[in-house]
């Protein structure tokens, strides 16, 4: 079955930068869009940005430009997000998201368990 | 930005209530709506597609229904398991944006 397996919380201090992973499995990884949402404590989802493993083509919300770089290994069959500048903004929950079909506009279908990131001196 | 709006923010009803969450948009979004459900703790799980596509292996009491900017999630008969956050997401045009969510409890 289709498991997106996230990496573990992060403590971070603030202008640092932070990488996460999302190791896919029980499905061609290079066939489906993965998209980044981000989760703030206690409040609503956000959009960050989505990466399409075969070509490396992303898309990105303009807030998280600058922000956010999506990147995929397609030998392991993991996708990552690298955050830059942490300010205690970026102290979140971070989901990856697979698609439900192999197209940009598709519904995020399956959910990695997400990353905590906490940005603290 | 594509503006969706939920409501209302917060919703309690009974055991075998029917139940009805509202999500609307700042712009015609074409029934590219989508909703997610939310257990505390956990992370979103998606329940409808497109507006009316009910997702893999979820229950027949959820449907959903809408056009242009109105949309709606229903529950035909509320369970104790269906208590969670419910969120909608447009899918019509970048950036992909989410309502504020109906946070659904038990009377």
């Known amino acids: 079955q289709v498991k997106l397996l996230q990496s573990g919380a992060a403590l971070v201090k603030p202008g640092a930068s932070v990488k996460m992973s999302c190791k896919a499995s029980g499905y061609t990884f290079t066939d489906y869009w993965v998209s980044w949402v981000k989760q703030s404590h206690g409040k609503s989802l956000e959009w960050i940005g989505e990466?399409?493993?075969?070509?490396?083509?992303?898309n990105f919300n303009e807030k998280f430009k600058g922000k956010a770089t999506l990147t995929v290994d397609k030998s392991t069959s993991t996708a990552y997000m690298e955050l830059s500048r942490l300010t205690s903004e970026d102290s979140a929950i971070y989901y990856c998201?697979?698609?439900?079909?192999?197209?940009?506009?598709?519904?995020?279908?399956?959910w990695g368990q997400g990353t905590l990131v906490t940005v603290s001196s | 930005d594509i503006q969706m709006t939920q409501s209302p923010s917060f919703l309690s009803a009974s055991v075998g209530e029917r139940v009805t969450l509202s999500c609307k948009a700042s712009?015609?979004?074409?029934?590219?709506l989508d909703w997610y459900q939310q257990k505390l703790g956990e992370a979103p799980k998606l329940l409808i597609y497109?507006?009316?596509n009910l997702h893999t292996g979820i229950p027949s009491r959820f449907s959903g229904s809408g056009s242009g900017t109105d949309y709606t999630l229903t529950i035909s008969s509320l369970q104790p398991e269906d208590v969670a956050t419910y969120f909608c997401?447009?899918?019509?045009?970048?950036?992909?944006?989410f309502g504020g969510g109906t946070k659904l409890e038990l009377k």
């Open positions: 990466i399409y493993p075969n070509s490396g083509a992303t």
């Open positions: 712009q015609n979004i074409n029934k590219y």
């Open positions: 497109n507006t009316n």
């Open positions: 997401l447009q899918r019509n045009s970048w950036p992909r944006t």
């Open positions: 998201t697979r698609s439900r079909g192999g197209y940009s506009r598709a519904p995020f279908a399956y």
